[in-house]
C-alpha cells in the first residue's frame, strides 16, 4: 500500500453517487477517506432506476466500477448502516462521532436468501417503492454493495427469531448487536445527501393514494425492473392487468407554489425514458405525456425528438387539474389544453406522476453549521472546508452529479493542503 499523502482524512456523508465519485477520485490521488451512508447499501437513488440516461444503460454498469475502485483502495473506510451524530472542533481539525446501527448479520459466517426461507416474518420493502415485502432477514437488492444480508430485527417475530438462531451457523448473527459509536478525525468534509422523492399524496387533486392505478415515477422504475416487484412487468397495481393506455403526469408538485416550486430538472427526461420503457415492454399501449414545458436540455434534445416520431406517444401542453377513479380501476383525468383552450376529459388505465427530488437535508439535518436554502439545498459552507456535492447542492441528473463529486473532491483536497 503506498503511503497517504497527508494524515489528515476526508469525511464523505452519503454513499449515493455523488458521494462515492468524491471518495474513489480523492483515495486514489492518495487522500484517506471515510464514507458513510446511513443504508445498509451504497449507490443511492441511482441504484432504484430501472435504467438511467442518457444511455439507459442498468445502474450496474456504472456502480460495478465505482464498488470495484472502492474495494480496492484501502484508503477508503466504508462505514454503511451509519450516521453522523457530532461533528465538534475547528475548519481543518474536525472530530466526527459516527453511529453504526446494528445489522446484526455478522459477517463471521457467509449467510445467503436461503437462510431466511422459512420465515414468516415480513418488512416493507422500501427498495421497491413499498411495492410487497421482503423477509425479516434480507439483501435490501441483488446488486448491493457490500452484498450482505441484514437483519430487521423489529419486523422479526419471536418465533422467528428461534427458527433463525436454530438454523444459522454459529456466530452468524447476534440478535442483541446494539448501535458502536467511533469517533474520527476529519480536515475536510464532503456532503453528498442526495434526495427523496416529492410525497406524492401532498397533490391531492392527482389521487395518489386514492385510485389505485395512480403510482409515481419512483415505483415506475421499480415496476419495470427485472429485478423489481412484478420481474419488469408493468402492471396496474389495483388488478395486475396491463395498461393499455398510459399517461404522464409531468410537474406533479412541482413549479407549484403550494408544493416545490423549483424544477428539478430530471423528471421531462425520467418521464420519456419510462414511456420508453412501457413502449418496449407493451408494444401494443399508447402513451401520453401531460406537460407543462418540456425541459431536456442540451444533448438530451435528441431523445425527446426520437419520442416524437412515435406514433403511439403524445405529448399534450396542458396542466392536470383532477384524477378521478372509476369503475373497474380505470382514471378520468381532468385537462386544460393550453394550446387550443379546450377542457380534456380522458380516460387511461394508469397514470404516472412525475415528481421531483427534495434534498434528504430539507428533513433531516446534520450535526453541522451549513448554509441551506429555503428548500434545505446546502448553498455554502466551503470557508469551513465543507464542500457539497450532487443533489444535496441542487436538482440534477448522474452525469453532472459525477462531475460535482469529482469537484468537490478536488476542493477537499486543495483545502487540506492549503489548511
Ligand atoms: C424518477 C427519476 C428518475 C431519474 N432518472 C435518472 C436517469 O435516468 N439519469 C440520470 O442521470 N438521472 C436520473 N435521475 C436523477 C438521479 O437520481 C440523481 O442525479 C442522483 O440520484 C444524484 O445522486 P446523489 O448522490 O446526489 O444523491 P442520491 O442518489 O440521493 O444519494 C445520496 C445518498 O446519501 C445517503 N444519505 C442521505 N442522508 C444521509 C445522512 N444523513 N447520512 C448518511 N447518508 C445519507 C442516501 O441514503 C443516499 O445513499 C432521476 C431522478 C428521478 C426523480
Known sequence: MSKPKSDKAIL??????????AAVEAAEVGYKVVLVEKEPFLGGRVVRMNQYFPKLCPPTCGMEINYRRIRQ?????????????????SPGDYTVTLQVNPRYVTGKVDLDESAAEALTSQRVDAFNAGMGKTKALYRPHPMAFPSKMVLDRKALSEDDKAKLAASVPDGAIDFDMQP?????????????????????????????GKCKNVITNIMMERLASEAGPTAGKIQRPGDGKEPANVAFVQCAGSRDENHLQYCSGVCCMASMKQARYVREKLPEAKVTIFYIDIRPTGRHEDFYYELLGDEKIRFVKGKVAKITEADGGALKLDVEDSVTGTKIGEAFDLVVLATGMVPSLATE????????????????????????????????????TVKEGTAAALKAI???TQS
Do not use: C
Open 12 to 21: 464523505v456523508i452519503g454513499g449515493g453517487i455523488a458521494g462515492m465519485t
Open 73 to 89: 483502495n484501502p484508503l477508503i473506510s466504508v462505514y454503511t448502516l451509519t450516521e453522523v451524530r457530532q461533528v465538534s472542533g
Open 180 to 208: 458502536q459509536t467511533v469517533e474520527l478525525k476529519a480536515a475536510a468534509i464532503i456532503v453528498a445527501t442526495g434526495w427523496a422523492p416529492y410525497d406524492a399524496g401532498k397533490v391531492e387533486n392527482l389521487g395518489f
Open 365 to 400: 439535518k446534520l450535526p453541522l453549521d451549513l448554509p441551506q436554502d429555503d428548500y434545505g439545498f446546502v448553498v455554502g459552507g466551503e470557508d469551513k472546508g465543507i464542500f457539497a456535492a450532487g443533489v444535496a447542492r441542487h436538482p440534477i441528473e448522474v452525469t453532472r
Open 414 to 416: 486543495q483545502y487540506i
